[in-house]
T-cell receptor, first 114, second 112 residues
Framework: SQKIEQNSEALNIQEGKTATLTCNYT??????LQWYRQDPGRGPVFLLL?????KEKRKERLKVTFDTTLKQSLFHITASQPADSATYLC?????????????FGTGTRLTVIP | EADIYQTPRYLVIGTGKKITLECSQT?????MYWYQQDPGMELHLIHY???????EKGDLSSESTVSRIRTEHFPLTLESARPSHTSQYLC???????????FGPGTRLLVL
């Protein structure tokens, strides 16, 4: 069956350190993978998109890698700040129905401790 | 901040009532979506639309229905609410199927 697994439900790190979140998937062949941030009681907000032919993407303090052989994406936040505390979701497309809809993982709740 | 709006933000309603959750976007996006999300769980797609007069069911079966009469408006209706419908409902839109999605703030529904 298809599965999207994010490394842990919760991750606590010290301010200034690099947070690394993992997204593993099985039985998908995504053309791209996206990362979203979700704050409590709010809708997800798009952060980064990486395509299957890209190994790495950066945006300010964020970095995403995508390994289609390992079926894994890593999401890094460098120099983390308390304001980075949120739930981070990975999402990938599936064209099995021809609709290219997104499928989401359950998310990792990141807490950055001052 | 994305230009996609949902009303109401919170709704407490009794079993058997008919409800409509509103979703509007001002970005001119063709594709729109409804997701259901329970606390600590992943988003599940329940409905989507490619454009006006297009509606499709998502991967999670839902007793709700949707309509798309105007590009900017994608309401979701429950004819007879039940406690099992208690959840958060998120609306989203995208410029095309493979682009990023913009989400509204969500509607938290509690059916007593």
């Amino acid at each position: 069956s298809q599965k999207i697994e994010q490394n842990s439900e919760a991750l606590n790190i010290q301010e200034g350190k690099t947070a690394t979140l993992t997204c593993n998937y099985t039985n998908y062949s995504p053309a791209y993978l996206q990362w979203y941030r979700q704050d409590p009681g709010r809708g997800p907000v798009f952060l980064l998109l990486i395509r299957e032919n890209e190994k790495e993407k950066r945006k300010e303090r964020l970095k995403v890698t995508f390994d289609t052989t390992l079926k894994q994406s890593l999401f890094h936040i460098t120099a983390s700040q308390p304001a980075d505390s949120a739930t981070y979701l990975c999402a990938l497309d599936s064209d099995q129905t021809g609709a290219n809809n997104l499928f989401f993982g359950t998310g990792t709740r990141l807490t950055v401790i001052p | 901040e994305a230009d996609i709006y949902q009303t109401p933000r919170y709704l407490v309603i009794g079993t058997g009532k008919k409800i409509t959750l509103e979703c509007s976007q001002t970005m001119g996006h063709d594709k729109m979506y409804w997701y259901q999300q329970d606390p600590g769980m992943e988003l599940h797609l329940i409905h989507y639309s490619y454009g006006v007069n297009s509606t499709e069911k998502g991967d999670l079966s839902s007793e709700s229905t949707v309509s798309r009469i105007r590009t900017e408006h994608f309401p979701l209706t429950l004819e007879s609410a039940r406690p099992s419908h208690t959840s958060q409902y998120l609306c989203a839109s995208s410029e095309s199927p493979v682009e990023t999605q913009y989400f509204g703030p969500g509607t938290r529904l509690l059916v007593l």
